[in-house]
């Protein structure tokens, strides 16, 4: 597949999306928000995009949509992760912290989002952290909260670099089932655990941290 971007969108866009076939990328009005190509998270961000709607298919709209945002997060910060050799420890879980401008930051801004802590007022856009404030019909740039702080919860007991083994999980359960286009966060909580047994046979600690980063979010 041929992956193709678009950069220097419009004038002044606050923005960065996958379209269905391509990425696009906003400078931003360099005031609340920079070139968006400046965090390597975004791009991260909207490439799965493209990996989601071409495997597990999510609809963007309600539980499935806040999935799609979510695991679009997880596979940003990974990649983010990555590239600086971070393990979970020294990672900060920020998610857009490199395009956030300065009149952002005068006012206490240091990120979109924070997967370790999706509620913090220094997210410029403070999320839900457990399932009993989902309410249907809510954006899934929020609602992708609660399954964000699952896989940051999941990493940070099993240690190591989030990639694996628990990204490796989060991936099979993305890429190893065919389209599940109205998937409900259940339903993807409980599939991530079957992985974590059948992938890392005997493993408790994979097993364990996976059922209680769940239903610490109460799923």
């Known amino acids: 597949m041929t992956l193709v971007s678009a ?42 995009h493209g990996v989601t709607e071409h495997s597990a298919a999510f609809v963007y709209a309600n539980e499935p949509g806040g999935l799609n945002e979510s695991i679009s997060d997880v596979f940003g910060s990974m990649f983010r992760q990555w590239q600086a050799g971070q393990d979970v420890n020294s990672a900060d879980w920020l998610i857009g912290s490199n ?38 019909g809510m954006d899934p740039h929020y609602s992708s909260g609660i399954p964000n702080l699952a896989f940051y919860k999941a990493c940070m007991a099993v240690g190591g670099h989030s990639w694996d083994p628990v990204g490796q999980i989060w991936y099979k359960a993305l890429t190893g089932f065919g389209a599940s286009p109205n998937m409900l966060m259940s339903a993807f ?27 610490a979010v109460e799923l």
């Not at 909580?189 to 239903?215: C, D, F, H, Q």
């Open 99 to 136: 395009i956030m401008g300065p009149t952002a930051k005068a006012r206490g801004y240091t990120c979109l989002r924070d997967m370790a802590n999706p509620a913090a007022t220094h997210c410029l856009a403070p999320q839900p952290t457990k399932f009993s404030q989902y309410q249907p």
């Open 7 to 48: 950069v220097h969108y419009l004038m002044k866009f606050n923005n960065a999306f996958w379209n269905g076939t391509q990425m696009t990328y906003g400078d931003g009005d360099s005031q609340i928000f920079i070139d968006f190509t400046l965090g390597n998270d975004v791009i991260g961000h909207e490439l799965t």
């Open 189 to 215: 909580a409980n599939r991530t655990r079957s992985l974590a047994k059948s992938m890392y046979p005997g493993n408790a600690t994979i097993e364990n941290a996976v059922n209680n980063a769940w239903a």
